[in-house]
């Protein structure tokens, strides 16, 4: 039973290459046959020995292997990865970012409560929390949330949690994550962040102070959009208390496949990073040289008004990021169809690079943010694309 009793203590010291390659018992395990990926466990249920061995088990339903919408081996597999590689006791894995976003805000609230948020939080996590939870009793006021005081001045006696999602994924705006995290505990509510942007590697909220977080593995973690899911992480109280009942009760459990492709990912997670970070940096230099470019929101780069924050809360900048230019959307999108890289499509955390366009105001004349995804083909040949694609629209200095 080696690959279930991993201890996360002994593991927080080792190298970051020991973690991605050792953490969770990835020395020969004779029960896998030596085999050198995690198997998938593809079973609905585990059967036990002796009556007494399965009536144990339900002591602790997160511990032992029962029923896989429960604890599956190979999601727990990955689950012990995940919470090494963030600093958490625990971590519950989920069908989908929003699987996690969902369970983590639903574990800690209540009818009546309040909520604040960060408005630039992703969409369906703002739907949540603003239409569906009102259905409950359960309220938020959404807020800029760059600075501590607009926190405070948003919270109510019977405020119970402080949603952070930083960097924001259009506009790249943080939040202050040790300074939410003290005001959250003066005044008794949680925190959960969503790390999505940052990842493990470059950003620990849950050692600032934060109490959850959540990432949509289906960006950086997974890395090869071929899958969707999602991970809850933080002290083992509160990640078994989501696990015991919205994991449980909800359902929106990972899949074995599911789990076994996103620890493939995780394998080569830093090498990823280290390619995405420079080729964002690169990619953005450039994009902040064109004349038809007002503004690079990049939370890495020198001129973003909250560099100073990012460099304290975080070691490093993943290759999300957005331009602003006073070219009209609809300009914008013939500019995006003369991409040859660039593929136009949802999502980010891949192999390949994309890109979105916003409106950024309600009139074409507001001009658009522009998002690029930069993914892991060279620099050189994504910046002779933005060019060839300006150039044939002769986007030149603004008009
Ligand atoms: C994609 C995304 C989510 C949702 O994740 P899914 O896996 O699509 O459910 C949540 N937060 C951020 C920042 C995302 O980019």
């Known amino acids: 039973m080696s690959s279930t009793d991993n201890n996360n203590q002994t593991i927080r010291n080792a190298s970051l290459e020991a973690q991605f390659t050792h953490v969770a018992h990835d020395a020969v395990d004779t029960r896998h046959h030596g085999a050198i990926h995690v198997p998938v466990y593809q079973n609905s249920l585990f059967a036990f020995e002796t009556y007494e061995a399965f009536e144990q088990a339900f002591q602790s339903l997160m511990d032992n292997h029962i029923y896989s919408r429960g604890n599956n081996p190979t999601v727990d597999y990955l689950e012990k990865k995940l919470a090494a590689l963030e600093g958490a006791e625990r971590a519950k894995c989920f069908a989908s970012g929003m699987g996690a976003i969902s369970a983590a805000i639903m574990s800690c609230i209540g009818a009546g409560d309040h ?58 705006q943080l939040q202050d994550l040790r300074a939410c995290a003290a005001f959250a505990r003066s005044i008794g509510a949680r925190t959960i962040i969503d790390n999505t942007w940052a990842t493990p590697l470059y950003q620990n909220p849950l050692a600032l102070g934060v109490d959850l977080v959540v990432h949509s593995v289906t960006k950086y973690i997974g890395g090869h959009s071929d899958c969707v899911g999602g991970v809850v992480l933080g002290s083992r109280e509160l990640v078994d208390a989501v696990g015991n009942k919205e994991y449980m009760l909800f359902g929106a459990i990972m899949t074995p496949q599911t789990a076994a492709l996103v620890a493939k990912g995780l394998r080569t997670l830093p090498l990823r990073m280290q390619r995405h970070e420079a080729s964002g940096m690169a990619v953005a230099e450039h994009v902040r040289s064109l004349p038809f470019v007002h503004q690079v929101n990049h939370p890495g780069m020198a001129s973003h008004p909250q560099h100073e924050l990012a460099a304290s809360q975080m070691s490093g900048s993943s290759s999300l990021f957005s331009f602003r230019t006073s070219a009209p959307p609809a300009t914008m999108k013939l500019w995006a169809d003369k991409l040859q890289y660039f593929r136009i499509g949802v999502s980010w955390g891949g192999f390949e690079s994309l890109v979105t366009v916003n409106a950024a105001g309600k009139q074409p004349e507001d001009g658009s943010i522009v998002r690029l995804y930069i993914g892991l083909e060279s620099p050189q040949d994504l910046i002779g694309d933005i060019d060839q694609a300006a150039e044939a629209l002769s986007l030149g200095a603004e008009s």
């Open 115 to 172: 909520i604040v948020c960060v408005d630039q939080a992703y969409g369906p996590t703002r739907e949540f929390l603003s239409e569906y939870l009102n259905r409950f009793g359960v309220e938020t006021t959404f807020i800029d949330g760059r600075s501590i005081e607009s926190w405070r001045a948003a919270a109510r006696p019977n405020t119970k949690l402080l949603y952070l999602e930083s960097p924001t994924t259009l506009h790249f």
